[in-house]
């Protein structure tokens, strides 16, 4: 593969992750990106609807996941749908996918370290320890792949304990109103709405990205990444469907739209509000066990493309001791350090699922060319997931369209004006 060819001397990611270790990084992903943060965006767009948002997003999130696995079954390598483009499509299809991948999960390292700080910091302190969260799991990176899978298991299941308490306080010991849900079929914004809340809530489920961007480090590969993906979107989906009952029956359509933090206000409504300081706990847990794992996501995606040129090559170095992409850990750090000082949470949603769906977009296709032996889903999932990529991008916030247009352009940009130097004879003006 052209991948391999381009490595040069560096060494290879080591292979020491089982099944259960990439599921347990892709759910730290979905969990905290999701459950304690979109749900007030997708609430503001479609008010109850939002749970006809969350299926949609739910399907678009399957088809799109039998597209990677069926992908990092074959290309079992770090870059995921970057590597997959490359190979299926060709290298602008490729960059395309590495390109929107990187500036839409940078965006979301920032919404996580951001909600970190929501969670647990007076507002005049939210961005220094944002900025802190980010400094101390990019040298947790930066140590090894087995301290980030461990990070991450602990994280998992202290934030599903917290999520199983939530749904005790509010539809078991709370006041649940099954009223509080009319309407859901027919939402006041009808479905340009809908869809908008499907494209803001697919955010929550894009996790399942961190493990085949993960391939070169999985055992197994074949075997591990399918049922690492599948497993960790089925139990996802289980989650939020419960999770988007239990605020918008406790509080309302306009309260989940208006709070900040809808699970604790959801607990707080009801007798078992001295439960909140452990919500708010839990949600910094989680949305630290997302920012771990998109750190880990992005810095391969970034080693991979600095491997073909499409990014500096410096970024394409190795560690020769913890076998990590240090360079890239470390900029991209840099990177949303910076984005933490300056962007808002809720915009940072909107953008990470602007890249994200673009780059799901080029995997269905990607997945679409495969045959034989290489097929394992039909191609009309595929299809699926290439259509509602399309429309739920197109349904985003306008401001959010035109700004990640932008950055785009500049990434195209670069990658002419590097691929144009790169063929211009040593010594030549």
Avoid at 224 to 239: D, E, H, S
Avoid at 353 to 371: D, E, H, K, P, R
Avoid at 400 to 409: K, P, R, Y
Wanted: charged share 10%.
């Amino acid at each position: 593969m052209g991948t391999d060819s381009t490595a040069g001397a560096q060494p290879a990611l080591a292979r020491r992750l089982g099944t259960a270790d990439a599921m347990m990084i892709g759910l730290a992903s979905m969990i905290g990106a999701g459950v304690f943060t979109v749900f007030a965006p997708a609430a503001q767009a479609a008010g109850a609807g939002l749970l006809i948002g969350l299926g949609i997003a739910a399907v678009v999130a399957l088809a799109n996941a039998t597209s990677s696995a069926q992908l990092a079954a074959v290309y079992p390598t770090s870059g995921g749908t970057y590597v997959y483009g490359r190979e299926r499509l060709g290298p602008w299809w490729g960059f395309g996918a590495g390109w929107a991948f990187v500036i839409g999960k940078t965006a979301s390292c920032a919404a996580m370290a951001l909600a970190v700080a929501e969670y647990v910091a007076p507002e005049a302190w939210r961005r220094p320890v944002a900025l802190a969260a980010v400094i101390v799991l990019a040298a947790l990176n930066y140590r090894g792949i087995t301290k980030t899978m461990r990070a991450a298991r602990v994280i998992v299941v202290a934030v599903l304990a917290v999520l199983v308490l939530v749904l005790a306080a509010t539809l078991g010991a709370g006041d649940p109103d099954a009223a509080n849900l009319d309407g859901w079929a027919s939402p006041s914004a009808g479905w340009y709405g809908v869809l908008q809340s499907a494209g803001l809530l697919f955010f929550a489920f894009a996790g399942y990205a961190r493990i085949a961007t993960l391939g070169e480090e999985v055992r197994d590969p074949t075997r591990t990444i399918p049922r690492a993906i599948l497993g960790a979107l089925a139990v996802a989906v289980g989650l939020y469907a419960l999770v988007a009952i239990a605020v918008l029956t406790v509080l309302g359509p306009d309260g989940v739209a208006s709070s900040v933090a809808p699970l604790a206000a959801a607990v707080d409504a009801g007798p078992w509000s001295a439960a909140v300081p452990i919500v708010r706990a839990g949600a910094a847990v989680a949305a630290l066990g997302a920012l771990l794992a998109l750190l880990t996501g992005v810095g391969r995606t970034t080693l991979a493309m600095a491997r073909n040129d499409d990014l500096p090559r410096w970024l394409a170095a190795v560690h020769p001791r913890y076998l990590v992409p240090h360079h890239a850990e470390v900029a991209i750090a840099v990177v949303v350090g910076v984005l933490v000082l300056t962007v808002d949470l809720r915009d940072a949603i909107g953008f990470s699922s602007f890249g994200v769906l673009l780059y799901y977009l080029i995997a269905n296709l990607s997945a679409w060319t495969q045959t034989g032996a290489d097929r394992r889903y039909p191609r009309w999932l595929q299809g699926i997931g290439a259509g509602g990529c399309t429309v739920l991008v197109a349904t985003l916030p306008p401001p959010t369209i035109a700004i990640g247009v932008g950055v785009l352009a500049v990434g195209v940009a670069y990658r002419v004006l590097r691929h144009r130097a790169l063929r211009r004879p040593r010594g030549a003006a």
